[in-house]
């Protein structure tokens, strides 16, 4: 009876252990949302995705329409295409990311292409990619920003960065207002710095006037070697004009501050002017009921004398 008892529980134990991966691998896979139509300039690099849930342990499998031999199985890559390369990422135990990457995109990697997830049934995601003749052309950025206002005597600074399209820039010069900015020049002798450095494709330089006077007001010009050009308009306030605003701020309050006080003044004065009223409108009310208490009266007398003239008689 003991022996009966091991072996079905043997058995308990080898179904838990083979039956729950198996009930894992009964559900399908899917294939969740990614670009299905893309379009690429000659030599840039492609990235085609396959998002699956539930893969399982089946094998993905990414192979180009109308060719029979695989370009990837798995993480390997079975093409003999150098630009070929297989990128899986696992998102969580039930997703997981397989991206073909194709490196110098020519016109023969045009076409449409499948991820697939072998099993019994077939399962697959179609990508089209769409290869276009007209190499890529990256063009040259520039960015320039800085002190917008600043008031006299204080520091104006720019910084201008500019990135080429292949490589960085050679040089780079600055203008103000079509003038260029030349550190010996007594205007800006011994208080003007400029500098430059590069970082991979960038060009970078910084413009520092310090001591700025009215007369450094202007649009400050950033210009490339590869003659790409932007500007960028400082303000210079004089202390009298600051000055000036803030007088001028102070007699609005003070005339605000007048106003309200002669507002508090006028209020007690309409109370009067209330209270006289009043004072009026009662006085005519009471002449009023005395007049009319008078009628009264003497409407009583005229009708007991009749009565008592008609009483004799």
């Known amino acids: ?112 292409y499948l991820c697939q997830v072998t099993a019994t049934k077939l399962y697959a995601n179609y990508i089209t990619l769409k290869v276009l003749d007209e190499p890529y052309k990256p063009k040259e950025s520039l960015i320039i920003a800085g002190t917008q206002f600043v008031n006299q005597d204080e520091t104006i600074e720019i910084v ?5 399209a292949t490589r960085a820039p050679e040089d780079l010069d600055w203008f103000l207002d079509g003038q260029r900015i030349v550190l010996s020049d007594p205007r800006w002798k011994d208080r003007t710095s400029i500098v430059k450095w590069k970082e991979g494709k960038q060009f970078i330089s910084q413009l520092t006037v310090e001591r700025s006077k009215l007369e450094d007001f202007g649009t400050y010009v950033c210009r490339s070697s590869d003659a790409n050009v932007d500007g960028f308009r400082v303000n210079v306030l004089s202390d009298e004009k600051t000055t000036t605003k803030i007088d001028k701020r102070d007699q609005h309050a003070n005339l605000s501050h007048v106003a309200k006080s002669s507002a508090t003044h006028t209020f007690p004065l309409s109370n009067i002017l209330q209270i006289s009223l009043i004072i009026i409108v009662i006085n005519l009310t009471s002449k009023y009921f005395n007049l009319f208490e008078l009628n009264n009266t003497q409407s009583s007398r005229t009708y007991l004398g009749l009565n008592n003239f008609y009483f004799h008689r």
């Open 1 to 112: 009876m003991d022996l009966i008892l091991f072996i079905v529980t043997i058995c308990l134990m080898l179904d838990q252990v083979v039956n729950e991966p198996f009930q894992r691998r009964r559900k399908n896979p899917e294939f969740l949302p990614v670009p299905t139509n893309i379009t690429m300039h000659r030599g840039e690099t492609a990235m085609l995705r396959c998002h699956i849930r539930n893969p399982g342990p089946k094998v993905v499998v990414w192979r180009k329409n109308g060719t029979d031999a695989p370009l990837t199985i798995g993480k390997e890559v079975f093409s003999q295409d150098k630009h070929m390369a297989i990128e899986v990422t696992k998102i969580s135990e039930n997703e997981v990311k397989y991206i073909l990457i194709i490196k110098d995109l020519q016109r023969k990697h045009d076409g449409m």
């Open 160 to 164: 201008c960065n500019v990135t080429g």
